[in-house]
């Protein structure tokens, strides 16, 4: 990953509605694309993954979408329920080799009852 | 499985005190990590490991030291603790070459340093 930027810091969206959360990265071997969702006073826990070889993956109201030549991805929630709030981290990495993972800066979601 | 454990879940430290943060894992895996989080903020790498024996730095490693003498524990020790070190500390785990490179937590240690 190296340098990983995520955008926005804070999103707010009605219950119901869809969220989008992006990841930038810069380094171009990444080839493991997670994204992690962290609820207040837990642990970050996997939510959702591609690999380079993939170019989008779907679970239900989650998906993710990768440009690897953009160098970013995207995290989509569909439907969101209150339960989706949370912190939501991304952790571009290489799967082997150099293993030093950095996340990005988090997005604090808020879905509004 | 137990998973990731991590040792003590909360602990409050005075300035200039020492102490080791345990954290232990059961799946076998090669790659280990220190992470730290401030309130309402991101993770920040403090050091991991690649194997027993081998040791890195992160973003964050000032204030710290880590070993790794076998493939289940990662001790992080802090020396001369103070203030700034105040933050909720994550361990976590993986392996190489698997299907996923996903990190396995634990459950976090908290930290005070007063």
């Known amino acids: 990953g190296e340098n990983v930027e995520q955008h926005p810091s804070t999103l707010s969206v009605q219950e119901g509605d869809s969220a989008v959360i992006k990841c930038t990265y810069s380094?171009?071997?990444?080839?493991?694309f997670p994204w992690y969702k962290q609820e207040l006073g837990k642990r970050p826990q996997l939510i959702i993954d591609?690999?380079?070889?993939?170019g989008e993956k779907k679970d239900q109201r989650i998906a993710v979408t990768l440009n690897k030549t953009a160098k970013h991805f995207s995290l989509h929630i569909t439907e969101t329920q209150p339960e989706d709030s949370a912190v939501y981290f991304c952790?571009?990495?290489?799967?082997?080799?150099?293993?030093?993972?950095?996340f990005g800066t988090g997005t604090k979601l808020q879905v509004i009852p | 499985n137990a998973g990731v454990t991590q040792t003590p879940k909360f602990r409050i430290l005075k300035i200039g005190q020492s102490m080791t943060l345990q954290c232990t894992q059961d799946?076998?895996?090669?790659?280990m990590y220190w992470y730290r989080q401030d309130p309402g903020m991101g993770l920040k790498l403090i050091y991991y490991?690649?194997?027993?024996?081998?040791?890195d730095k992160g973003e964050v490693p000032n204030g710290y030291n880590v070993s790794r003498s076998t493939t289940e524990d990662f001790p992080l020790r802090l020396e001369l603790a103070a203030p700034s070190q105040t933050s909720v500390y994550f361990c976590?785990?993986?392996?190489?070459?698997?299907?996923?490179?996903?990190?396995?937590f634990g459950e976090g240690s908290r930290l005070t340093v007063l």
């Open positions: 591609i690999r380079s070889n993939v």
């Open positions: 952790a571009p990495s290489r799967m082997r080799g150099y293993q030093k993972v950095t």
């Open positions: 976590a785990s993986t392996t190489p070459g698997s299907y996923t490179g996903e990190l396995f």
């Open positions: 490991s690649v194997g027993a024996g081998i040791t």
């Open positions: 799946m076998n895996h090669n790659y």
């Open positions: 380094d171009s071997a990444s080839n493991y």
